[in-house]
């Protein structure tokens, strides 16, 4: 059995026992039931995750940015040279990048993957240097990777996420960076839920409309190229065809939290259309995720709900890097607080709402 497949045996389904006694819980505390809304689910499938109540505080937080190249930027369909991939990596080593500014605000560690960057990169702290291949192959004429680099790339991921889970992190952040990855988004979000190429395919990093419709021409050329969408397809063989080493390895990022039963913050529509690939891997390892925030690809969108996951905040931002889900995270943080630190009205001497009938 490979590592693969033995984090997919490792992850089991949500704890009834545990999201029901945090329902309980939730109930006896100093509040009208309910009154937290969102944040009082969550802190149930976290109690579920984690098999008891209260479930751990999920800190300290970790951020792994997976970054990498994709062949397909030579077909147009973004503004940026693919060189702004490295630049931006130095960038965040330099902690001069938005996900930096934000991790620091939370107290996130910060590490960069290179999984997959077209140009060689110097050590440096805070780089780990797991590089697949340089760049993707261009998806209109072929596979984006092979067979073995996508496996590689998700058995990288699970590593990655066993490390910092190792290192101490108690919440997992995913963040991206690549030129032309939305276009893979799009493809690989098309591919597993069967909308049409118009309706997932955004502007990216801010496209005019000639170049959104070649976009959109090009998602729909990939999928064609590949058969796609088809149910039948093997996700892995989905992720070869069309996705990014990055996407690869957020989606074997997922399956290494779940497995360890850790919780998980999805950011933008990069890390969407890889949960995309780790549900389809393993439908249980989506329990282990919260949706930090709603991007403004419409990709995001369709991605989410196909997964059934609701995003924490809706701020239009459309940046990548972790930026959403390092917003979010003090939310996923404060739904476990209230459980471990919020008094139950028997505790409090606080009188309940009288729910005897009145006549």
């Known amino acids: 059995m490979n590592l693969i497949e033995e984090t997919i045996a490792a992850i089991a389904p949500l704890d009834e026992a545990a999201m029901r006694d945090a329902r309980d819980h939730q109930a006896r505390l100093t509040k009208p039931p309910g009154s937290l809304g969102v944040l009082e689910e969550l802190s149930v499938r976290l109690a579920g995750l984690a098999g008891r109540c209260p479930p751990p505080l999920p800190e300290p937080a ?50 960069v993957v290179d999984i997959g960057v077209a140009a060689d990169l110097e050590a440096a702290p805070g780089l780990l240097q797991r590089k697949i291949a340089p760049g993707t192959a261009d998806m209109t004429l072929g596979p984006a990777m092979t067979a073995d680099e996508a496996r590689r790339a998700v058995a990288t991921g699970i590593e990655v996420a066993r490390d910092l889970v190792t290192s101490g992190a108690r919440c997992l952040i995913t963040g991206d960076m690549g030129i032309a ?9 098309a591919a597993f839920t069967g909308r049409p190429p118009e309706q997932v395919t955004g502007r990216g990093t801010g496209i005019d409309d000639a170049t959104h419709a070649r976009k959109v021409e090009i998602v729909r050329t990939a999928l064609a190229r590949h058969g796609l969408p088809d149910e039948a397809a093997a996700p892995l063989d989905v992720l070869a065809a069309v996705g990014g080493l990055e996407h690869a390895a957020i989606a074997g990022f997922v399956l290494g939290a779940a497995a ?3 919780p998980v913050v999805l950011d933008g529509v990069i890390a969407g259309a890889a949960a995309l690939a780790a549900a389809a891997l393993s439908p249980d390892a989506i329990g282990a995720c919260a949706a930090g925030h709603r991007s403004a690809e419409p990709g995001h969108a369709a991605a989410l709900t196909a997964l059934g996951l609701r995003p924490l905040v809706d701020l239009e931002l ?8 390092l917003l979010a ?9 209230v459980l471990h630190e919020v008094a139950t009205f028997d505790s409090a001497g606080v009188s309940e709402k009288d729910a005897r009938p009145r006549n």
Do not use: Y
Request: aromatic share 6%; glycine share 12%; net charge negative.
């Open 62 to 111: 970790a951020v792994a940015v997976f970054a990498a190249d994709h062949g397909v930027h030579a077909q147009g369909v973004s503004p940026w040279p693919q060189e702004v991939t490295a630049q931006m990596v130095a960038n965040f080593l330099a902690g001069g990048a938005v996900v930096n500014a934000f991790a620091a605000q939370v107290g996130a560690e910060v590490s």
């Open 181 to 189: 990855n939305t276009t893979a988004s799009a493809a690989l979000i």
């Open 260 to 262: 360890l039963r850790v």
């Open 318 to 325: 459309r940046l990548g890097e972790g930026t959403g889900a």
């Open 329 to 337: 995270l003090p939310l996923v943080q404060g739904s476990v607080r």
